[in-house]
């Protein structure tokens, strides 16, 4: 297949310029969400002191269960609680009171309180990665960017296919850098296609869903959105109450009993995560468990009549209806929320993979612009040059250093959550400055070193923090720690290695480039 050199040229103008509108938010998505794949682990490696705590029963979360609804009238309408072990050690109550504000109860602490138990850190990251750190706005705009993020993988497929046999494996180390990172942008992005694709629609409707509703509400939903979306969302039926007062039964039968009805679906590996209650002490009392299943795509929820027990409805694998099952496989494919840890890794891999699609994409455009026979560069490839530097590798070391500041704040006495956040965002805004005032190659390499240093800080910082350092959490058993410190070392060699790679770029690359170093900028 040969394409006509003006539908080539037109395919290549769609790709870049995609590419470029979309490519920084991108870079920051897949780089933060990398990370976000091991979220349940990073809970564990942030929460002061988690391995220490020892885990509760069940009989714990019953006596927690029991003693906010008894202390807290307006949970028995509707909470939720994750049981002993899903994100922590211990389980957490959580429901809203009269002025709709979230209340969060520990065994120890059913009074209720407004801070989330647990580390902040593992919803930062995420944070990041669905909404750039953007209140609101953000989400919407992560979902246009997806879509953008679709036209861009389409038309550089379009623009490869004609030669797609030849350089797919062609990998080109030399002189010529620019071919070499074409090379590598391009074999990269053609065996990750599929993937990509996937990250790119389910992206865009996890995205961008909610808003898809409210447009068709009147159309389809007939003005009865709200209404219409719990009975999609949820598993258990939607019911009223009765006013007549009847036992809940135990949790443990609750526990027991959403297993037995998960084997009877063929889900052998169901293990209940957390649960939602409504209308708790009536006779209509319902509880909705939702679970995981390594082996299925996207876990499960099986609804119970919370007073005897009998199966109301279940969204389990294989036996879904068409609605979960869509939701069930988006969000399960997004995040790589099946399968083994392999699968978890292959997928932090495929994060890195795709942050290095969008940052190569952009130094390749910078370079398709280089004036081969002048120092002095145009503005606009000095801009992006800045630009490129200063958000992705600045969004590489702000992340670090909100890792390092989540073991090192709470160890201080001080608040992890705001502090974190000021971390993160205040160094970030800080490489981004220092990018726009120092010569692109001179700042590029200053923050590959300082993310490097960052990166390096972090099992430093959690071993001093907390007492578990790799080598004792290995000895141990405890994987999520080590396997993040290592990752975390593995990270800043990986830094260390571009920030030579750019020092030998600044000596002996072409000098009539923005990647040289000039007495034009400081």
Same mark, same amino acid.
């Given at each position: ?35 976000t794949?091991?979220?349940?682990d ?44 899903y ?64 036209i ?5 497929f ?28 391009n074999?990269i992005?053609?065996l990750?296609?599929p ?7 389910? /992206?865009?409707?996890l ?10 509400n ?29 036992p ?5 039968t609750?526990?027991a ?10 889900v052998?590996?169901?293990?209940? /995560? ?17 679970g ?58 495929l994060?890195?993979? /795709? ?20 120092t ?8 992006m ?11 590489c070391v ?15 006495g ?11 965002? /205040? ?22 070193w ?16 907390t ?50 170093t000039?007495p034009?900028?400081?």
């Amino acid at each position: 297949m040969k394409l006509k050199p003006a539908t080539l040229r037109t395919f290549t103008t769609l790709h870049s310029w995609m590419g470029l509108v979309a490519g920084f938010a991108l870079f920051v998505a897949f780089y933060a969400g990398a990370i976000t794949v091991f979220h349940h682990d990073l809970q564990q490696w942030a929460t002061p002191h988690a391995i220490d705590t020892a885990s509760a029963s069940l009989d714990d979360a019953q006596h927690l269960l029991d003693e906010v609804l008894a202390r807290h009238p307006e949970a028995r309408e509707h909470l939720g609680m994750t049981f002993p072990g899903y994100e922590l050690a211990q389980p957490t109550a959580y429901w809203q009171d009269r002025q709709g504000i979230w209340l969060f109860a520990t065994p120890g602490n059913a009074a209720g309180s407004t801070v989330r138990p647990g580390a902040s850190l593992p919803e930062l990251v995420n944070e990041l990665h669905y909404t750039l750190g953007i209140p609101v706005a953000g989400t919407w705009l992560m979902g246009v960017v997806s879509l953008l993020y679709g036209i861009a993988l389409v038309s550089g497929f379009v623009i490869h296919l004609p030669r797609l046999a030849k350089d797919l494996f062609a990998l080109r180390p030399g002189r010529n850098l620019k071919r070499f990172w074409q090379d590598a942008h391009n074999v990269i992005g053609v065996l990750s296609l599929p993937f990509h694709i996937v990250f790119a629609v389910t /992206g865009a409707l996890l995205c961008l869903l909610f808003a898809l509703m409210m447009a068709l509400n009147p159309l389809v939903y007939g003005g009865k959105l709200m209404a219409a979306s719990a009975a999609a969302m949820n598993t258990a039926p939607t019911v009223q109450r009765a006013d007549v007062a009847k036992p809940l039964s135990s949790l443990a039968t609750w526990h027991a009993r959403s297993i037995e009805v998960a084997r009877g679906h063929g889900v052998a590996d169901f293990v209940p /995560g957390y649960l939602k209650l409504d209308h708790a002490g009536d006779a209509h009392a319902v509880i909705e468990i939702t679970g995981t299943s390594p082996r299925g795509l996207g876990g499960g929820a099986v609804a119970l009549d919370a007073t005897d027990g009998a199966v109301l409805a279940t969204q389990l694998p294989g036996s879904r209806d068409a609605n979960h099952a869509t939701l069930a496989a988006m969000y399960a494919l997004h995040f790589g929320d099946y399968g083994s840890v392999a699968v978890q890794w292959f997928y932090f891999l495929l994060g890195l993979g /795709g942050a290095f699609l969008f940052y190569s994409g952009n130094l390749l455009w910078i370079e398709s612009r280089r004036k081969r026979r002048q120092t002095e560069q145009g503005r606009s490839s000095l801009i992006m040059a800045r630009a490129t530097v200063g958000i992705c590798i600045g969004v590489c070391v702000a992340i670090s250093a909100a890792f390092v500041a989540a073991q090192l704040l709470p160890w201080l006495g001080w608040n992890a959550d705001t502090g974190e956040h000021w971390v993160c965002f /205040g160094s970030w805004a800080t490489c981004v400055l220092w990018a726009s005032w120092r010569a692109p190659v001179r700042a590029a390499e200053e923050l590959l070193w300082l993310a490097a240093v960052v990166t390096t800080l972090v099992p430093l910082a959690h071993g001093l923090a907390t007492g578990w350092w790799f080598w004792r959490s290995a000895a141990a058993g405890h994987d999520a720690l080590w396997a993040i410190d290592l990752g975390a070392l593995a990270l800043a060699a990986g830094f260390v290695a571009l920030a030579r790679a750019t020092a030998r770029r600044a000596r002996s690359g072409e000098t009539n480039s923005v990647w040289a170093t000039s007495p034009h900028y400081p």
